[in-house]
């Protein structure tokens, strides 16, 4: 008998911000595929379940996608049950469309469990909202880590957008992203936050203008994983609300 696959989402970090669905999941999985990025705590809800490491972080040696997507199939054809655990969300810069088609073309049954992503829940620890009606029409997720031989980001748009930028995976590639932004026309007095290790215990962050972005992470020795948020949202982090003087419609 075939097994069954769940993509499930893990959140940010904090064990608590995982979803009840996801738990249960777990509580049913024979074989949990871990990424490198998911809370080990999680595993509690798992404690029967076989824990095969197959983590993935920029800059390391990661375990291959290719590899990964067979052994999903592989074990679902013996009839396991297989909970493929994901930091944050699995469909937002988590492979799991990719790891789903694979599920599909295989002909194994695949439940996809959400999780939620840090590009929202981490601005939101310092106080950001990604979107206010005050300060934006909108928020841009965008990954700052593209494919071998693929081109950037097409910054220039993304700066003209008039949206919150929440920019995962950027901190590789930090001084080329600011450069570019600038370049595109946006102020060097736009606000941003760049957030590690959001919702954990050693949680840090720096606020900064963004052409100093670069200057205070070093200062700070903030490295991945992080989140970078850009935009006028940004004023609100730690409650500083400059909502006084603007006339919110109701």
């Known amino acids: 008998m075939t097994g069954k696959v769940y993509l499930i989402g893990a959140g940010p970090g904090d064990p608590d911000l995982m979803t009840l669905k996801a738990i249960k999941a777990l509580q049913a999985a024979d074989v949990v595929l871990l990424d490198d990025l998911v809370n080990r705590e999680i595993l509690q809800h798992a404690p029967q379940a076989r824990v095969i490491e197959v983590g993935k972080r ?34 937002l810069f988590g492979r ?26 981490v601005p939101a620890t310092i106080g950001i909202p990604v ?25 220039k748009a993304l700066a003209e957008s008039g949206t919150t930028l929440v920019i995962y995976m950027g901190m590789k590639h930090l001084h ?20 590690q290790n959001g919702s954990l215990p050693e949680q840090q962050h720096v606020i900064s203008a963004l052409e100093h972005l670069p200057m205070a992470v070093q200062q700070a020795g903030l490295a991945s994983p992080a989140i970078i948020v850009v935009g006028e949202v940004v004023h609100l982090a730690h409650g500083k609300e ?9």
């Open 58 to 91: 920029g800059g390391c040696k990661s375990t291959p996608q290719h590899f990964i997507n067979r052994m999903m199939v592989a074990l679902a054809e013996q009839g396991q049950t297989v909970a493929r655990l994901k930091g944050g969300d699995p469909f």
């Open 242 to 250: 400059l909502l006084d003087s603007i006339s919110i419609a109701a």
């Open 131 to 155: 979107t206010h009606r005050a300060y934006t029409h909108g928020v841009s997720f965008v990954t700052g880590h593209l494919q071998d031989g693929e081109h950037s980001q097409n910054w």
């Open 176 to 195: 080329r992203i600011v450069s570019e932004l600038l370049s595109a026309g946006m102020s060097p007095t736009t606000p941003v936050a760049a957030i």
């Open 96 to 121: 799991g469309g990719e790891e789903m088609l694979e599920l599909r073309h295989a002909g194994i049954p695949v439940d996809v469990i959400p999780g939620i992503t840090s590009g929202i829940a």
